[in-house]
């Protein structure tokens, strides 16, 4: 047995929108978040992800010195992010490290992000 296929109907028009806030929620924007240890006097870094829609607070977070509790560190470490640390965020996340370092030295931003 088989079903024929939906008729649209007025009814459909009244539905909430979904899909694009689904959308809007599945985009996640990757921040390069440099650091300094004091404890152990050196500088560290960290990855971090969270939903785009959250980026402006995401980024005051960031001015005050804090990671807010909604993203997620996918890798932290100390010194600069060898070749294999930004090599599997470009794999996992698409997130060209030395190409958003080489923006951000040209227009002087603290945190490099990309979607």
Known sequence: MYAEP?????KDENLPHYK???????KIKVYFIPAFDKERGEKM???????????????DSLRHGDIPH?????????????????????DYYG?????????????????ATAE
């Open 45 to 59: 870094y960290f990855y971090a992800i969270a939903s785009a829609t959250l980026h402006d607070q995401m980024m």
């Open 20 to 26: 694009s806030k689904y959308d809007a929620w599945k």
């Open 70 to 90: 909604f993203a997620v560190i996918v890798e932290k470490g100390y010194g600069d992010p060898t070749p294999e640390v930004k090599a599997k965020i470009k």
């Open 6 to 10: 939906a008729q649209y109907t007025m």
């Open 95 to 111: 997130f060209d490290h030395d190409y958003y370092a080489g923006l951000n030295a040209n227009d002087n931003n603290e945190d």
